[in-house]
């Protein structure tokens, strides 16, 4: 090779390194465009325990269990795909509020603070606590016709002792009724089983979900209960009306169709309870749920100075609730009730809500909440689940069958007899019978 021709080809391999440098980057891949006719996903963000069979369990990296079977159900109905996140109960409203999941599907009883956190679906189960126990030595036996709650008082005693899983529901029934018992608090579910098992405990607070189960293989296990009445229902963040008002359609056609029915008897066998979403019974839950938070409202109002009766209020309320049930008759193609029943069945709901406020004071040390930016949305949230339900009241509804149910849902609302009477008349008005 002359030295001319390696200055030559040295030149030209200066130019292409020059030209490469000042060519720009090529674009990024695009992802590729799905096919004609293919279902575009969303994301639905899903936690759950996975520590709560038969309500929830986790197995191989899958959720699986009543609640998650449910809620992919859900997501395949509306063309979703679900991602599951696993939650601790001691953190999971702060989870949910700091959106790390769009709900939590589980055995998550209603109750205040969580209304106040979030927003419930309709129900999903229908349950109660229960007291497994290998009764001591040293403790009395079971009197005929004894109830749940007297056998209970009478083995509540240091020399009890009792587990339980921390951070839920279930460790604050416990607390509440065991007072003298030497009562621990295990993060673990099936720890506590465990503990209870191996004898390490005379007791483990559970539920009737889980005590069949639980039960199973212990000699000499009595159960005490159920020794409340709670509904378990999904949790969605707060800020996600859209989503809980698609679940809460659903649901209630689920459990109309009687698959809901189908899929609890299959995931919680003896302890599935009865059916759960029909508009009544969700209606008379939310009603329950409601009332929950009127301890916490007449403590607010006693901390600012104001009367438990706002008229105007009242009105706003009225007003608001006619027109987000014409909306959703609207939604749903279908004639709403009567103008009439419809503020019969809300102002029922003012008056109840009054007289919880006069007659039921919140413990020492009950967190305290502000009335007008945690209170009142929470009401507006359920409120907002009623009108969705008033219109699903089917016809027919009788007075008589509204109240037998009323009477068990609303047992630990606060509220007399005959306010209870009235709340079940005006549902059943909803249903054309008349008042």
Known sequence: MTLRLLFALLFALLLSLVAGACTPPPSPIAPPKPAAGAAVHAQLRAGTSGEYPPLSLWNGGRALGFAPALVTSFAASQKMQVGWTQFGWPGLSADLRAGKFDLAADGIT???ERSIAGRFTV???R???????RRPAWAPAATDGATGLSSLSAIDRPALRV???????????ARGLLHAADLRAIPDNDAVRAAFARGEADAAMTNTFEA???ATGIAGVEQLGPLTEDVTAIWVRADREDLAGRLDEFLIDEEESGRLGALRAKWLGPGAGPRAALPVSAL???TAERLALMPF?????QRTGKAVEDAAQEERVIAASAEAVAKSASAGRSAPPARASVDAFFRAQIDAAKAVQRRVSLAAGAPAFSLDEELRPAIARISARMAFLVVRIPRGTTR??????AREALAGSGLEAEDVDRIAAAIAALGGDAP
């Open 400 to 405: 008589a069958g509204v109240a037998r149910e």
């Open 123 to 125: 129900p999903i189960a």
């Open 110 to 112: 209603v109750r205040p």
């Open 163 to 173: 587990v339980v899983n921390q951070g839920g529901h279930l460790e604050r029934v």
């Open 127 to 133: 349950g109660g606590a229960v007291l497994l126990l």
């Open 284 to 286: 008379l839950a939310a």
């Open 297 to 301: 409202v007449a403590a607010a109002k």
């Open 212 to 214: 069949p189960r639980w």
